[in-house]
T-cell receptor, first 116, second 112 residues
Framework: DAKTTQPTSMDCAEGRAANLPCNHSTISGNEYVYWYRQIHSQGPQYIIHGLKNNETNEMASLIITEDRKSSTLILPHATLRDTAVYYCIVRVAGVRRSSNTGKLIFGQGTTLQVKP | DVKVTQSSRYLVKRTGEKVFLECVQDMDHENMFWYRQDPGLGLRLIYFSYDVKMKEKGDIPEGYSVSREKKERFSLILESASTNQTSMYLC???????????FGEGSRLTVL
């Protein structure tokens, strides 16, 4: 799976958009970009994923550059409850009935601090 | 919403005790996983199950076993707990192959 690079930490004002970047310059054509977050002392939470098109759901938007070498997770109106460690993960879609569907390599992630 | 429920948030056990960690999911997911999370080591896969009574070893299965008698329930068993098994244990489930995993809140185990 391709390696990702994220800033160690970021701050964001409450109510403003939080833009979290991720570099994945060695991504291959069949690898997806996934975002998870982990609030302190809780299990990771799936946010969004995409292959090459931009994606949006009720939690966030994912913008993937045309060359797919980087992406940005956007939380449109950050709240204090969005304070967490955000992980960008790049991997192929799993093979059914194979353990590689669960092999997520979580790097250090970005600690997002939303401030009042 | 998918709900993955782990039986205990915090446990304290003694060396040599048998430990059961239970996990239940309510969305009919075929895949279930057990991980442990340790500072600086990230998330490591212990065991995986893709169907009832089916299991596969993950990256660190030594000292652990699992049981999946029903589709919704996946149990992690420490036959004889040791201090190096002190960790946060996370259960997850997923449907199919697209990779979005849904995690429980975690069980923090301390072995004295």
């Amino acid at each position: 799976d391709a390696k990702t690079t994220q800033p160690t930490s970021m701050d964001c004002a409450e109510g403003r958009a939080a833009n979290l970047p991720c570099n994945h310059s060695t991504i291959s054509g069949n690898e997806y970009v996934y975002w998870y977050r982990q609030i302190h002392s809780q299990g990771p939470q799936y946010i969004i994923h995409g292959l090459k098109n931009n994606e949006t759901n009720e939690m966030a938007s994912l913008i993937i550059t045309e060359d797919r070498k980087s992406s940005t997770l956007i939380l449109p109106h950050a709240t204090l409850r969005d304070t967490a460690v955000y992980y960008c993960i790049v991997r192929v879609a799993g093979v059914r009935r194979s353990s590689n569907t669960g092999k997520l390599i979580f790097g250090q992630g970005t600690t997002l601090q939303v401030k009042p | 919403d998918v709900k993955v429920t782990q039986s205990s948030r915090y446990l304290v056990k003694r060396t040599g005790e048998k430990v059961f960690l239970e996990c239940v999911q309510d969305m009919d997911h075929e895949n279930m996983f057990w991980y442990r999370q340790d500072p600086g080591l990230g998330l490591r896969l212990i065991y995986f199950s893709y169907d009832v009574k089916m299991k596969e070893k993950g990256d660190i299965p030594e000292g652990y076993s699992v049981s999946r008698e029903k589709k919704e329930r996946f149990s992690l068993i420490l036959e004889s707990a040791s201090t190096n098994q002190t960790s946060m244990y996370l259960c997850a489930s997923s449907l199919g192959r697209t990779g979005e995993l849904f995690f429980g809140e975690g069980s923090r185990l301390t072995v004295l």
